[in-house]
Every structure is written in structure tokens, then in C-alpha cells.
């Protein structure tokens, strides 16, 4: 049995990544880019970044990339990225 080096508790009953994401501090903004394109950006997402922006990319239908753990989607999204990081489970205290 394996036993995380974190929170004493089996792989299997592991919270820390749970964890992680309720700690995590989420800035979401956005800025212009040429040609006057509005791109919504994402940081303060360190584990699964891109798997975050995935599922973010589906449930918004957008375009949208990772850079240096920044999720840039293209568009204003703001709002409903707000809620759809509530909905995966993360903290909107730590939400700005
Ligand atoms: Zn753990």
C-alpha cells in the first residue's frame, strides 16, 4: 500500500489535490490583444492545468491555449469560468 508522503493517508484516500484546489488562488481577467480581440485569461491553476483548460475550452466552446500555467481563452468569459471552476471544485473564496 502505498502512502502519501503529504497527508499520511493511502494514494487512494489521498486529499491533497482535492486540497490543492480549494488553496489555490484563481485570478480571472482579461485583456485586449491586437486587432481589439478580448481574451480571457486564468492563472493561479498549478495542478491539471491542462486538463482544466480543456474542460473549459469544451464547456465554453472556445478557442484557448496554456502558457506558463495561464489559461488564455479566446472571449470574454469572465462569468462563466467563474462558475464552471465552482462547479470542478474549486474554492470561489479564492476566486478574484
Ligand atoms: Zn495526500
Do not use: W, Y
Request: glycine content about 8%.
Amino acid at each position: 500500500m502505498n502512502i502519501c508522503p503529504n497527508c499520511g493517508l493511502p494514494t487512494e484516500a489521498c486529499i491533497c489535490k482535492e486540497l490543492a484546489k480549494t488553496k489555490q488562488k484563481i485570478k480571472i481577467r482579461t485583456t485586449k490583444r491586437r486587432f481589439g480581440k478580448i481574451v480571457t485569461m486564468i492563472s493561479g491553476i498549478d495542478s491539471d492545468t491542462k486538463g482544466t483548460a480543456k474542460k473549459l475550452k469544451e464547456e465554453l466552446a472556445c478557442g484557448g491555449t496554456v502558457k506558463n500555467s495561464t489559461i488564455e481563452l479566446q472571449g470574454n468569459h469572465v462569468k462563466s469560468v467563474k462558475e464552471k471552476l465552482i462547479e470542478m471544485g474549486f474554492n470561489k473564496e479564492n476566486i478574484e
